[in-house]
């Protein structure tokens, strides 16, 4: 399978239908809500490789004055896609990770998010922390081609965490803040991860996102089921 392993990889995986779900469905004639199929939650788990996020002030620093994202490849959640650009990120010693995709659109702080390997690569000791939360963070130096921004914070390890919106979060019995859990089988390397952040939002399609050492750990390509449950084992949306 070709990828590029700079940019965002959406690997599609079916939940597998869960015995305790089935006979659950809504026969309200409500529209489907986002993202489902089949009257039920489409479950995709994406792999985020390393990437960053930029300020509209940083964009005009590293690519020229003037300059905004251009998108190249969408994301699966709305709105959100893979940029042309890309950034080299320099660590102290002077190493560097050189070809840094930015994922778009702009915020309002600029975070670099690494998997494990790429900080030790790097030489930075990165935090696991949900995006956002980057107060007391390392920074790094970025390089675009017309210019460097020094970060002073922003660079982490970002942690597992699900996207969904209400009406997932009614058919798994969870809300926005609370924990789940993913489990994995693959041949000869299942996992199962505990402390996936649920993050709700009315416009969010389920989607669990996870870094390449994640990724690599459970041979996610290679996966036979996926399930994602409560971490608190109970499941609340079933009779
Ligand atoms: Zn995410």
Redesign the pocket.
């Known amino acids: 399978m070709m990828t590029d392993p700079a940019v965002i990889e959406s690997l599609v995986r079916r939940a597998v239908k869960a015995a305790m779900h089935s006979g659950a469905g809504d026969t309200s004639s409500s529209p489907s809500p986002l993202g489902w199929v089949d009257g039920r939650p489409n479950l995709r788990v994406s792999i985020?490789a390393r990437h960053c996020h930029l300020t509209d002030e940083h964009v005009e620093i590293l690519f020229g004055k003037g300059a905004t994202l251009t998108p190249e490849k969408p994301l699966y959640q709305d709105g959100f896609f893979a940029a042309a650009q890309t950034v080299m990120v320099v660590g102290p010693r002077r190493r560097m990770l050189p070809s840094v995709r930015v994922l778009g659109p702009t915020r309002n702080h600029s975070q670099v998010e690494l998997a494990l390997t790429d900080s030790i690569s790097l030489g930075i000791d990165a935090p696991t922390r949900h995006?956002g939360d980057i107060e007391g963070t390392p920074g790094c130096v970025l390089v675009g081609p017309a210019g460097t921004v020094q970060l002073e914070k922003g660079v982490i390890r970002a942690a597992r965490?699900v996207?969904m919106n209400f009406d997932d979060c009614e058919y798994y019995g969870v809300k926005n803040g609370d924990m789940m859990q993913l489990a994995i089988k693959s041949p000869s390397c299942s996992v199962t991860f505990d402390d996936l952040l649920v993050?709700a939002d009315k416009a969010a399609k389920l989607e669990v996102?996870i870094d390449t050492d994640e990724g690599n750990a459970c041979h996610l390509d290679a996966a036979e089921s996926i399930e994602l449950k409560p971490q608190d084992g109970g499941c609340k949306c079933h009779g």
């Open positions: 985020s995006s965490h996207h993050r996102h």
